[in-house]
C-alpha cells in the first residue's frame, strides 16, 4: 500500500547514495545530493569527473587518478540540513475529510565523512581506496501527527568502502575501474492515524536498523587535449540491494546506473577555468520493489494496510533523472583558490509521490574556496543552497487519503583538508 512507499523510498536512498558510491547522489528527504567532498560542493559538482584538484576526485571517475605523480589523501565532512514543508493537507477518512495543521520541521541535520586515498605506483599505473558516507538523513513526524500512517519516522544512513584502479595509456588516454562494497541502514516507523478509529496508535510498520551489503563497480575513461584541457566519462553500475531487519522484515530494490560526463578548460593566459558536467541517473529502470513488514499476525491492521502476508510487490513508474552543471574556478594567487557553480536537477519521482520524503526538480547556487597551507596541503570549503519546488502529493491506504503540498530546501556545506606526499 502507499503507506509503505515512505520507507521504500527512503531506504531507497540509502542504498542509492552507497551503491553509485563514488559518483553517486544520495536522496536526502527525496533531494538528489552529492556529498563526497567540500570542493564539489564549492562549484555544484559541475566537472567533478576529470578536475583531479584532489583525491575525492575518484569518487567521481576511477580513471581520474591517472592524473597524480604523488600520493593524495583527502579527508573531510560535510552537513546536510533538509528543511521540509508540508502544508494544505486534507486527511480523508470514511467520516469524511478534514483539513491538518501545517508542518515545517520534518527534516534534520545530518553529517557525512568521507576519506579518499590514492597511490602511484608508476608513470602508468595507481589505486585508491575510500570510504565515506555521502548520505545520512532523518524525517520525523510529531507523535501526534493526525494521519501519522502517512508520516512517522524514517531515518536512513549509508556507507561505502571502495577501491579502485587507473592505467594511463599514453599523454591523452586514461581508463580505470573500481568496486564498490556497499552498507545500507535505515529505520521505518508508522502507527494507524486517526482515521481507523479504535486501531489508532497501533503499530502498521516498525522496522527498526534493517540492514544489508551489496556489491557495485564503476569504470571510467580521461582524455586530455593537454594540460588546460580534458573530458572525463564515467559508468556505474548499480546491483539489487536487500535490506533486513532483526525480525526478518525485508526490503528488496534494483538500483539505478549512471553515468556523467565531464569537461575542464583552463582559459590561457588567465586565472580563470570552466567546467561542466552532465549525469544520467537511470531511474527508469527503477519499476517495483518487493517489501515485507508486519503481517496480520503482527499487525491488527495487517490486512487493510499491508495485506495478510504482509508481502508487497509495488509498480512506481519512476522517471529517469538528470544533473546539469556548470561551474567557475578563479586562481586568485598561491595562497587562494576561488570556486562557484550552478546545478539543475531533475526529479525522478513521477506520478508516485510522498509527504515523508518529497521530490522535484532542484536547483543548486554553490560556492567554496582552498586555502593553500603550504606547497603539499590545502583546506577546502563549500558551501550549497539547493532549492526546490511546490509538489502536489496524494496518498492512500485501503481505508485513509491524505493530499497535500510538499516543499524540500536543503543547505549543504563541506571542511576536507588535503595533503600530498
Known sequence: MNNTRLFKKSLLAVTIATATIASQPALSAGFQ?????????????????????????MARNP???????????SLGFESITSMIDVKDAQYTTQAGTVPLADVDDVGDTSIAPNIHLIVPVNDK???????????????????DYVASEFGGLTDVKSFNLGVAGSYRVNEQWSFGAGLDLIYGQGTFKRVAGAGFGAAQGTAVIDIDKADGWAVGFNVGTVYELDENNRFGLSYRYSPEFEAKDDHGQKVTLQLPDIGEFSGYHKIEDTKFAVHYSIQYIGWGDFEQIDFSSLSATQSPLGTVLAGSSGVYSSDYMWQDGWHYAIGGTYYLNSDWTLRTGYMYDTSAQDKVTSISVPDSDRQWLSAGFTYHIDAASNVDFGFTYLMGDDVKVTEQTTATAISATTHADAILMGLQYSRSF
Open 33 to 57: 545530493l552529492n556529498a563526497q567532498s567540500a570542493t564539489g560542493i564549492g562549484r555544484a559538482f559541475a566537472g567533478d569527473a576529470v578536475i583531479a584538484d584532489n583525491a575525492s576526485v
Open 63 to 73: 580513471a581520474a587518478m591517472a592524473l597524480f605523480d604523488k600520493m593524495e589523501l
Open 125 to 143: 599505473f595507481a589505486w585508491g581506496v575510500n570510504a565515506y558516507s555521502n548520505f545520512g538523513t532523518k524525517t520525523e513526524f510529531s507523535d
